[in-house]
């Protein structure tokens, strides 16, 4: 179940499956709401290591949609497919072999995530290494029956490789206390939705 929005998602609907499926395992509900299940929520309690994470030339734990949108269109980003809380760029060629780029923020233009969706067109192993020699031997590892994930924690921001199912791999920067404020956004989206559906709908069921 996405977010539902203009175009269908959080970000837009899409024009082939396979946009069509990394809009909703990337961008919808189930990508902000069910972190619990990925190990997001444990990286609260992983302790905090320098140095802060930059990318594009920002600082991420303070970044803000106007200037990431600005800094990605200045290094060559494509017009992204704006919702109201995530813009997707896709093709996308700022990472090498990334097929997909997903720039997620609060209400309030804040940094949440940035995620990379790489398909199966890098292995686990060489997205795993590329973080190991920029930031040192990840602070934690996660395997479950359909994928696996390594987490670098550093500062108020966690890296994350991923493999999920069909062997799709993904790299996504979360700036924690931004990502949890979406996260309440969304769920109570969800909620007004629901009550909105239940008064439409009072009397005919």
């Excluded at 175009?7 to 024009?15: D, L, M, N």
């Excluded at 946009?19 to 299940?37: K, Q, T």
């Excluded at 780029?101 to 233009?109: D, F, I, Q």
């Amino acid at each position: 179940m996405g977010v539902t929005e203009a175009r269908g998602g959080a970000c837009g609907g899409s024009g082939h499956a396979r946009s069509g499926r990394w809009g909703a395992i990337a961008l919808g509900v189930w990508f902000v709401v069910a972190s619990a299940a990925l190990g997001v929520d444990h990286l609260d309690a992983v302790p905090s290591s320098p140095p802060a994470i930059s990318l594009f030339g920002l600082e991420l734990a303070t970044a803000t949609r106007e200037a990431m949108r600005s800094a990605l269109r200045t290094r060559g980003a494509p017009p992204p497919v704006v919702g109201r809380w995530c813009d997707r760029y896709e093709p996308v060629e700022l990472l090498e072999g990334a097929r997909m780029l997903a720039v997620c923020y609060t209400s309030h233009g804040r940094l949440a995530r940035l995620e990379y969706g790489f398909g199966v067109s890098l292995r686990f192993e060489d997205l795993r290494g590329m973080l190991e020699r920029r930031y040192g031997a990840p602070t934690d590892a996660l395997g479950w029956h359909f994928g696996r994930a390594a987490i670098w924690r550093r500062g108020p921001v966690a890296l994350r490789v991923e493999e999920r199912q069909f062997h799709d791999l993904f790299l996504s920067y979360t700036v924690l206390e931004a990502y949890t404020g979406l996260r309440a956004e969304v769920q109570q989206a969800e909620r007004d939705r629901e009550r909105e559906r239940d008064r439409r709908n009072t009397g005919r069921y």
